[in-house]
């Protein structure tokens, strides 16, 4: 069966990477790399149908917030504009109120996999999974 794509070039990018819109402070939602952890606070429990603007005015209440992004399963990542302002702002927005519920925020840690209640990242164990432990 023929290649849907012509062998000399590559394939073209996964369709579950999506890129960001082209306007400020805007992120598309889907998954992304973080280009600054130091600086973007993880966000879970977050409410189905909140947006990258939810978000956005909600946190830049509490510090020089520069961008957000839903990712999946509940999930968020706001970047600031400091590391400082972003661990300020992991504090003061755990707990806060957001649409039907409260959300629940941490420092992005570099690698580490995240949890909320309502699924998606586990974070830590699992180092010896499918080893017949």
Not at 30 to 41: F, L
Not at 87 to 104: F, K, R
Request: proline share 10%; glycine share 14%; hydrophobic share 40%.
């Amino acid at each position: 069966r023929p290649l849907p794509f012509p062998p000399s070039r590559p394939p073209p990018p996964c369709a579950a990477r999506r890129l960001p819109p082209d306007r400020p402070g805007a992120m598309a939602k889907g998954w992304a790399k973080i280009s600054a952890p130091e600086r973007t606070v993880w966000v879970g429990q977050v409410p189905d149908g909140i947006t990258y603007q939810d978000l956005l005015v909600l946190a830049q209440k509490v510090g020089n917030a520069k961008w957000a992004q839903v990712l999946s399963k509940g999930t968020a990542a706001i970047g600031f504009a400091t590391a400082e302002d972003a661990a300020t702002a992991a504090v003061a927005l755990d707990g806060a109120q957001i649409g039907t519920g409260s959300i629940v925020t941490d420092k992005w840690a570099a690698g580490e996999k995240k949890t909320s209640s309502k699924g998606g990242w586990s974070k830590g164990g699992g180092g010896n999974w499918g080893k017949g432990d």
